[in-house]
């Protein structure tokens, strides 16, 4: 009987999914999408969040996660952790998607370019990684959401083993080793993309030194300052509030280049905007949320704190906005004066 | 001189009458051999001085903290060159130049008009008098 009802609810999520992924395949193909495609980003999205759950998760942890949204049952406690995995894996995927258009946003900048035109198609071809990380983090809810609605119901079945916690060495250096790789294959598929006429090597773009110290600088003495008992909210405050702070300093910034009608003043104060808010996203993303669900699954703490997540939601957002300011103070043309 | 009512006297009576006779000779061991441990933890602690390095370590690590906040803010107001500023300097430069400009300066008070671009909404004085 009970194995009956087993493989029913495995039926019924397999065909579910099946639905879902024949939909996603169905619209791909009918070219409706082509001109929201970005190949570079979405790899870049996918594998990184995949390699962001790796640096938060046992494999034990991701397995009963896939198992529970596949229509397993377990306790409630199984539940609650599998719940908690796809709400993290959703908040990965929302940050990596708005870090994914910082990252192309600057490559596209850096390069080389076949005129305004071409520039601005790619600038606006970035956004599109946004995008992606919004609808996968929409996907990554729904089992988040079922998982937590069915919470604290009778299980139909003997509870599986709570998953593993405990040390997680090598998921962790799995998981930075697949980020770093999923990186470099971004930018070369990035500056191959890129027109011929030799674009600036992705490192020196990418590495902006005022923005670096401040993002750096900051979260060393917020976390330093909030000590050692806020444990991994300490990063996620400094890497928040830095950013937060980065970001506004540079729109200052570029207003006062707009009032002064100097282009030089308003591009240090663009690529200040857009370098911060990628530091600040990857510090969040690669050290402080991977360490705060670590802190929850080993039961070092009983839940993420509100302030985190408005933290995780908020910034991205913020950064995202940014970026489309960044775009039109970009394209709007000035006065030369200085 | 301890004035506190003795609450544990009926405690005593009976773990007396319980073990009327002295501790082993093994647990009496371990007992002492416990109570050494504690206390050279103890006097090991006092004689580490913990304290004394990681708190000018922590303030060492603020103040390097602060330091970089300052010097990146200050790099940044002085408008330090960066591949991807001159980058952007350039695109921006170039749209500039093709796009018609908007100039953020203010237009002069003492600009002359020419008669032909002037409004028409108050008559010409002369156009009046003829």
């Given at each position: 009987?009970?194995?009956?009802?087993?493989?029913?609810?495995?039926?019924?999520?397999?065909?579910?999914?099946?639905?879902?992924?024949?939909?996603?395949?169905?619209?791909?193909?009918?070219?409706?999408?082509?001109?929201?495609?970005?190949?570079?980003?979405?790899?870049?999205?996918?594998?990184?969040?995949?390699?962001?759950?790796?640096?938060?998760?046992?494999?034990?942890?991701?397995?009963?996660?896939?198992?529970?949204?596949?229509?397993?049952?377990?306790?409630?406690?199984?539940?609650?952790?599998?719940?908690?995995?796809?709400?993290?894996?959703?908040?990965?995927?929302?940050?990596?998607?708005?870090?994914?258009?910082?990252?192309?946003?600057?490559?596209?900048?850096?390069?080389?370019?076949?005129?305004?035109?071409?520039?601005?198609?790619?600038?606006?071809?970035?956004?599109?990684?946004?995008?992606?990380?919004?609808?996968?983090?929409?996907?990554?809810?729904?089992?988040?959401?079922?998982?937590?609605?069915?919470?604290?119901?009778?299980?139909?079945?003997?509870?599986?083993?709570?998953?593993?916690?405990?040390?997680?060495?090598?998921?962790?250096?799995?998981?930075?080793?697949?980020?770093?790789?999923?990186?470099?294959?971004?930018?070369?598929?990035?500056?191959?993309?890129?027109?011929?006429?030799?674009?600036?090597?992705?490192?020196?773009?990418?590495?902006?030194?005022?923005?670096?110290?401040?993002?750096?600088?900051?979260?060393?003495?917020?976390?330093?300052?909030?000590?050692?008992?806020?444990?991994?909210?300490?990063?996620?405050?400094?890497?928040?509030?830095?950013?937060?702070?980065?970001?506004?300093?540079?729109?200052?910034?570029?207003?006062?280049?707009?009032?002064?009608?100097?282009?030089?003043?308003?591009?240090?104060?663009?690529?200040?905007?857009?370098?911060?808010?990628?530091?600040?996203?990857?510090?969040?993303?690669?050290?402080?949320?991977?360490?705060?669900?670590?802190?929850?699954?080993?039961?070092?703490?009983?839940?993420?704190?509100?302030?985190?997540?408005?933290?995780?939601?908020?910034?991205?957002?913020?950064?995202?906005?940014?970026?489309?300011?960044?775009?039109?103070?970009?394209?709007?043309?000035?006065?030369?004066?200085? | 001189?301890?004035?506190?009512?003795?609450?544990?006297?009926?405690?005593?009576?009976?773990?007396?009458?319980?073990?009327?006779?002295?501790?082993?000779?093994?647990?009496?061991?371990?007992?002492?051999?416990?109570?050494?441990?504690?206390?050279?933890?103890?006097?090991?602690?006092?004689?580490?001085?913990?304290?004394?390095?990681?708190?000018?370590?922590?303030?060492?690590w603020a103040a390097l903290g602060i330091l970089l906040l300052v010097v990146g803010s200050l790099l940044q107001g002085f408008r330090s060159r960066t591949p991807l500023a001159d980058k952007i300097s350039l695109l921006k430069a170039d749209i500039s130049n093709r796009e018609p400009a908007r100039s953020a300066a203010p237009a002069p008070a003492d600009r002359e008009i020419p008669p032909e671009d002037r409004p028409a909404i108050i008559p010409d004085e002369k156009e009046t008098r003829s």
């Amino acid at each position: 009987m009970t194995e009956n009802v087993k493989i029913k609810t495995l039926r019924r999520a397999f065909i579910r999914w099946a639905v879902a992924a024949a939909l996603v395949i169905a619209v791909v193909l009918s070219g409706f999408l082509a001109g929201l495609m970005n190949r570079a980003g979405l790899l870049f999205l996918l594998l990184g969040v995949l390699a962001s759950l790796f640096m938060g998760f046992s494999r034990q942890e991701i397995f009963a996660a896939f198992r529970h949204a596949f229509g397993r049952s377990g306790s409630a406690e199984d539940r609650k952790r599998a719940a908690y995995f796809w709400t993290a894996a959703g908040r990965n995927a929302w940050i990596l998607g708005v870090l994914g258009s910082v990252l192309n946003f600057t490559i596209v900048l850096g390069g080389d370019s076949r005129g305004i035109a071409d520039v601005s198609h790619r600038m606006i071809q970035s956004f599109l990684i946004t995008l992606y990380g919004l609808v996968l983090a929409i996907v990554c809810f729904v089992p988040a959401l079922k998982l937590g609605s069915r919470r604290g119901k009778e299980s139909d079945f003997p509870s599986s083993r709570p998953a593993g916690s405990g040390t997680i060495l090598f998921e962790r250096v799995f998981g930075y080793a697949l980020f770093v790789l999923v990186l470099g294959l971004t930018f070369i598929s990035l500056i191959r993309s890129s027109p011929p006429g030799g674009p600036l090597p992705a490192a020196k773009v990418l590495l902006h030194g005022p923005a670096a110290l401040v993002v750096i600088g900051g979260t060393l003495s917020l976390a330093l300052f909030l000590g050692a008992g806020s444990g991994a909210r300490a990063l996620t405050f400094g890497f928040g509030m830095t950013g937060l702070v980065a970001l506004l300093l540079g729109i200052i910034q570029a207003m006062f280049g707009f009032v002064h009608a100097r282009i030089a003043e308003i591009a240090a104060a663009v690529s200040f905007i857009i370098s911060a808010s990628c530091y600040a996203l990857l510090g969040l993303a690669l050290f402080a949320a991977p360490l705060e669900d670590r802190e929850l699954m080993d039961g070092r703490r009983e839940r993420s704190g509100r302030f985190s997540w408005m933290v995780w939601w908020g910034l991205p957002l913020l950064a995202f906005l940014f970026l489309i300011l960044t775009f039109v103070m970009v394209v709007t043309p000035v006065k030369k004066t200085g | 001189m301890n004035r506190k009512p003795r609450s544990d006297e009926p405690w005593d009576d009976f773990l007396k009458a319980a073990m009327p006779d002295d501790l082993p000779a093994e647990v009496a061991a371990g007992m002492r051999a416990r109570i050494a441990e504690f206390r050279a933890d103890i006097i090991r602690a006092e004689e580490r001085p913990v304290r004394r390095i990681r708190i000018p370590l922590k303030g060492a690590w603020a103040a390097l903290g602060i330091l970089l906040l300052v010097v990146g803010s200050l790099l940044q107001g002085f408008r330090s060159r960066t591949p991807l500023a001159d980058k952007i300097s350039l695109l921006k430069a170039d749209i500039s130049n093709r796009e018609p400009a908007r100039s953020a300066a203010p237009a002069p008070a003492d600009r002359e008009i020419p008669p032909e671009d002037r409004p028409a909404i108050i008559p010409d004085e002369k156009e009046t008098r003829s």
